[in-house]
């Protein structure tokens, strides 16, 4: 194990967001390490509860252990957090007072040698966040059409030589499998030119997202669990989601801006006021909440952190 330790991300933030009175329920959505978890847990009374979701058994078994030693009020769901609606029927729950988000894979599983999410070390080919799930980023690389491959890098890594990177990798396979993240590091450099890889940031980065969107259908999942958690939140709940990148990001501001605009309402138009319709949410912090520069300085996979907050207000 190369690190155990994940340091939450906006913790402060996040708490403070959620606005936490101690008699509610809460939803972490994304139990990790439990860093958010723990600050949850710690400000409710015997009244409150918290309930957990993770889809990885390793960050279930850490923080269960980690919950325990500060009270019993919580509850882990091992599902995808798609699964929302469903899994609080199926424990009596109907509404809760705030859901968290803070999307993404934690530092353990990022560094984490044989889960293969990092281009940095050598590893299988795998990325799945749920280790029972059957696709991995091997089987796409090795089996998905040109076509697939480039929708693929194009959507959901947005890199600029995609086309490129997609043909190569079907070459390659003509003659031997792409079994490692190593193997696929060298394909994504061959495709680059020269001034292309003396840029910052790593040049398999963007690729490497993009696998891991497809392989964990993250999009899809954070949509379905963006819309079921809005549904299920009390009078003055909160939604606050933490997102790392812009494809996520745009995600959780369109769906906000769905349920907190009342489209037709505007002010040149006739609208007899018996007939002006309110939003049921308000977006509570117009401006997105980034981390700090102390915060990055001391945590650098903050940095492209941002978080929104959504309130059900009546
Ligand atoms: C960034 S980490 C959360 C870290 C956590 N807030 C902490 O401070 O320790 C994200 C976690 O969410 C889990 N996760 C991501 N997408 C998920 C999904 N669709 N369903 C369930 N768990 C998911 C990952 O397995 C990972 O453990």
């Given at each position: 194990?190369k690190?155990?330790l994940?340091?939450?991300?906006?913790?402060n933030e996040?708490?403070?967001?959620l606005?936490i009175?101690?008699?509610?329920i809460?939803v972490d959505?994304?139990?990790?390490?439990?860093?958010?978890?723990s600050?949850?847990l710690k400000?409710?009374?015997?009244?409150?509860?918290?309930?957990c979701f993770?889809?990885?058994?390793e960050?279930?078994?850490?923080?269960k252990?980690?919950?325990?030693?500060?009270s019993?009020?919580f509850?882990i769901?091992n599902?995808?957090?798609r699964n929302?609606?469903?899994?609080l029927?199926?424990?009596?729950?109907?509404k809760?007072d705030?859901?968290?988000?803070?999307l993404?894979?934690?530092?353990?599983?990022?560094?984490e040698d044989?889960?293969?999410f990092?281009y940095r070390y050598?590893?299988?080919?795998?990325?799945?966040?749920?280790?029972?799930?059957?696709l991995?980023?091997?089987?796409i690389v090795?089996?998905?059409?040109?076509?697939?491959?480039?929708?693929?890098f194009?959507?959901?890594?947005?890199?600029?030589?995609s086309?490129?990177i997609?043909?190569?990798?079907c070459k390659?396979?003509?003659?031997?499998?792409?079994?490692?993240?190593?193997?696929?590091?060298?394909?994504?450099?061959?495709?680059?030119?020269k001034?292309e890889?003396?840029?910052?940031g790593?040049?398999a980065?963007?690729?490497?997202?993009?696998?891991?969107?497809?392989?964990n259908?993250e999009?899809?999942a954070?949509e379905?669990?963006?819309?079921?958690?809005?549904k299920?939140?009390n009078?003055?709940?909160?939604i606050?989601?933490?997102?790392f990148?812009s494809?996520?990001d745009?995600?959780?501001?369109?769906?906000?801006?769905?349920?907190?605009v009342?489209?037709?309402?505007?002010?040149n138009?006739?609208?007899?006021?018996?007939?002006?319709?309110?939003?049921?949410?308000?977006?509570?912090?117009?401006k997105?909440i980034?981390p700090?520069?102390?915060?990055?300085?001391?945590?650098?996979?903050?940095?492209?952190a941002?978080?929104?907050?959504?309130?059900?207000?009546?």
């Amino acid at each position: 194990m190369k690190n155990d330790l994940h340091i939450p991300v906006l913790l402060n933030e996040a708490i403070a967001g959620l606005n936490i009175k101690s008699d509610g329920i809460y939803v972490d959505m994304t139990l990790g390490r439990a860093g958010h978890s723990s600050e949850i847990l710690k400000k409710l009374n015997n009244e409150g509860c918290l309930i957990c979701f993770d889809q990885d058994l390793e960050a279930i078994a850490y923080s269960k252990e980690k919950l325990s030693s500060i009270s019993n009020n919580f509850q882990i769901i091992n599902d995808n957090f798609r699964n929302i609606e469903k899994d609080l029927n199926q424990i009596n729950i109907s509404k809760v007072d705030g859901v968290l988000f803070d999307l993404g894979v934690s530092s353990p599983q990022f560094d984490e040698d044989y889960r293969g999410f990092s281009y940095r070390y050598d590893a299988p080919l795998d990325m799945r966040m749920n280790q029972n799930s059957s696709l991995t980023a091997k089987d796409i690389v090795n089996n998905y059409s040109f076509d697939e491959l480039l929708r693929v890098f194009k959507e959901y890594g947005e890199d600029k030589y995609s086309y490129q990177i997609a043909k190569n990798i079907c070459k390659r396979r003509e003659t031997k499998l792409i079994e490692t993240t190593l193997e696929l590091v060298d394909i994504i450099k061959a495709s680059k030119p020269k001034k292309e890889l003396e840029k910052v940031g790593h040049p398999a980065k963007q690729i490497f997202q993009a696998l891991r969107i497809e392989v964990n259908d993250e999009l899809n999942a954070l949509e379905e669990a963006l819309e079921g958690a809005i549904k299920r939140l009390n009078i003055n709940g909160r939604i606050v989601v933490i997102t790392f990148q812009s494809l996520e990001d745009r995600i959780v501001k369109n769906i906000f801006k769905k349920y907190s605009v009342i489209e037709g309402n505007r002010i040149n138009d006739y609208i007899n006021p018996k007939d002006i319709k309110t939003p049921d949410y308000q977006v509570v912090n117009r401006k997105v909440i980034t981390p700090s520069e102390e915060e990055v300085r001391g945590n650098h996979r903050s940095k492209s952190a941002k978080l929104r907050i959504l309130e059900k207000i009546k």
